[in-house]
T-cell receptor
Framework: RKEVEQDPGPFNVPEGATVAFNCTYS??????FFWYRQDCRKEPKLLMS???SGNEDGRFTAQLNRASQYISLLIRDSKLSDSATYLC????????????FGTGTKLQVIP | GAGVSQSPSNKVTEKGKDVELRCDPI?????LYWYRQSLGQGLEFLIY????????KSGLPSDRFSAERTGGSVSTLTIQRTQQEDSAVYLC???????????FGPGTRLTVL
C-alpha cells in the first residue's frame, strides 16, 4: 500500500462549481499534513496546512480525519485559475520527519 | 537568497556522460530533499538529508545516482553514465527543523540524448 494515495483524476468541473479531493495515508503516526498546488511545468507550492480542527482560507477548506486517516480539500466557487494538480503531503513519524507526497489530483476548471 | 535555487536550470547531455546538479537550500533549513518528475507524472522521491543524520537514500533508482550535502547546506546530485530514462525535471526542496512544509526550487530539466 502506498504511504499517501490520491485519485489522479482528472476532475473536470465547470466554473463556479464546488469540488472536493480526498487523500488517504497509511502511517497513523503521521503528524503534519499539507496541500500543495502544482501548475503545469512549475514546481509545487504550498497551498495550505491542514489542522486537526480543520481550516479555511478563502474558497479553500482543508480537513483532517485521523480516525480514518484521510485529509480532504474543498474548493468552492471554482475559478479557471484553480486548474492545476493538487498534491497531498504527509509528514513526520516519531523522530523521522520526512515528508511524503501523493502523486496528485488533476483539476481542470472549464468555462 | 530568498528561496531555494538550483543550477543549471536546463542540462542537455549525451547518453553515458556524468552530470552534476546543484541545490542551494534556504539558509537555516536543515532538511533537504531531491525528487524527480517525468513529464505528466508525480514526484518520485530520491533522497532526504536531515541535519547531521545519515541520509535516507531509499529512493535512489540505481547506484548510478548519488548525492551529498556539504556543511549542512549546498547539495549536489550526481548521475553517472546517464541513460535516456534519466530525462526528467530534478527538484530540490528544503524545510525548517520540525514539521514545516517544504519549499521547492525551480528544478533542473535534464535531457539525455
Amino acid at each position: 500500500r502506498k504511504e499517501v494515495e490520491q485519485d489522479p483524476g482528472p476532475f473536470n468541473v465547470p466554473e463556479g462549481a464546488t469540488v472536493a479531493f480526498n487523500c488517504t495515508y497509511s502511517n497513523s503516526a503521521s503528524q503534519s499534513f499539507f496541500w500543495y498546488r502544482q501548475d503545469c511545468r512549475k514546481e509545487p507550492k504550498l497551498l495550505m496546512s491542514v489542522y486537526s480542527s480543520g481550516n479555511e482560507d478563502g474558497r479553500f477548506t482543508a480537513q483532517l480525519n485521523r480516525a480514518s486517516q484521510y485529509i480532504s480539500l474543498l474548493i468552492r466557487d471554482s475559478k479557471l485559475s484553480d486548474s492545476a494538480t493538487y498534491l497531498c503531503v504527509v509528514a513526520g513519524s516519531g523522530g523521522y520527519q520526512k515528508v511524503t507526497f501523493g502523486t496528485g489530483t488533476k483539476l481542470q476548471v472549464i468555462p | 537568497g530568498a528561496g531555494v535555487s538550483q543550477s543549471p536550470s536546463n542540462k542537455v547531455t549525451e547518453k553515458g556522460k556524468d552530470v552534476e546538479l546543484r541545490c542551494d537550500p534556504i539558509s537555516g533549513h536543515t532538511a533537504l530533499y531531491w525528487y524527480r518528475q517525468s513529464l505528466g507524472q508525480g514526484l518520485e522521491f530520491l533522497i532526504y538529508f536531515q541535519g547531521n543524520s545519515a541520509p535516507d537514500k531509499s529512493g535512489l533508482p540505481s547506484d548510478r545516482f548519488s548525492a551529498e550535502r556539504t556543511g549542512g547546506s549546498v547539495s549536489t546530485l550526481t548521475i553517472q553514465r546517464t541513460q535516456q530514462e534519466d530525462s526528467a525535471v530534478y527538484l530540490c526542496a528544503s524545510s525548517l527543523p520540525g514539521l514545516a512544509g517544504v519549499i521547492f526550487g525551480p528544478g533542473t530539466r535534464l535531457t539525455v540524448l
